[in-house]
T-cell receptor
Framework: QQQVKQSPQSLIVQKGGISIINCAYENTAFDYFPWYQQFPGKGPALLIAIRPDVSEKKEGRFTISFNKSAKQFSLHIMDSQPGDSATYFCAASLVDAGTYKYIFGTGTRLKVLA | DAGVIQSPRHEVTEMGQEVTLRCKPISGHNSLFWYRQTMMRGLELLIYFNNNVPIDDSGMPEDRFSAKMPNASFSTLKIQPSEPRDSAVYFC????????????FGQGTRLTVV
């Protein structure tokens, strides 16, 4: 019940296209949904996050869409650029023993072709 | 601040040897997390600490793994004895807890057990 399922495992998009990564969860106790971006040889870094009381959050070319009833959320990258090539992780957070812990999806390797 | 600092960046060791990974969290952060990253399983939460106290170690794969946080500025993850299947990238992350805020990751330690 604490799993977060992420798809696809890998994604290839042409420059200027839209990249879409999907995640699903079961546990309704999750109350914070961040996306992390990881470049090769680096640690993951926070990209954008959403709380379940809103259905969409946009920051520049990055948008999270959130469907609470379906327990699904997705990351949309508009006008994808070669510099967006990275691994993307969705995550879900819940309170456990007085602190918040993140459960990550398995990651999506995005490659944007020039 | 220099961010979360992990050492060593790379470690190659022979099966059966003891391995110790080190982490220095960001000053003022009181939640610390150890993750393991593999291609097959993505980012797995191994253990997390709140105010230097281990809160949940249910993700530690077996008794060969142990983690300590003797003070607010240092944590170790030890594997004894190491096995080839332990080969992975190990990340440490810290956060101003216990609120739902951004977790900052170190650059990771790439462990290879031969």
């Amino acid at each position: 019940q604490q799993q977060v399922k992420q798809s696809p495992q890998s994604l290839i998009v042409q420059k200027g296209g839209i990249s879409i990564i999907n995640c699903a969860y079961e546990n309704t106790a999750f109350d914070y949904f961040p996306w992390y971006q990881q470049f090769p040889g680096k640690g993951p870094a926070l990209l954008i996050a959403i709380r379940p009381d809103v259905s969409e959050k946009k920051e520049g070319r990055f948008t999270i869409s959130f469907n609470k009833s379906a327990k699904q959320f997705s990351l949309h990258i508009m006008d994808s650029q070669p510099g967006d090539s990275a691994t993307y992780f969705c995550a879900a957070s819940l309170v456990d023993a007085g602190t918040y812990k993140y459960i990550f999806g398995t990651g999506t390797r995005l490659k944007v072709l020039a | 601040d220099a961010g979360v600092i992990q050492s060593p960046r790379h470690e190659v060791t022979e099966m059966g040897q003891e391995v110790t990974l080190r982490c220095k969290p960001i000053s003022g952060h009181n939640s610390l997390f150890w993750y393991r990253q593999t291609m097959m399983r993505g980012l797995e939460l191994l253990i997390y600490f709140n105010n230097n106290v281990p809160i949940d170690d249910s993700g530690m794969p077996e008794d060969r793994f142990s983690a300590k946080m003797p003070n607010a500025s240092f944590s170790t993850l030890k594997i004894q004895p190491s096995e080839p299947r332990d080969s992975a990238v190990y990340f440490c992350a810290s956060r101003v807890g216990p609120t739902n805020t951004e977790a900052f990751f170190g650059q990771g330690t790439r462990l290879t057990v031969v």
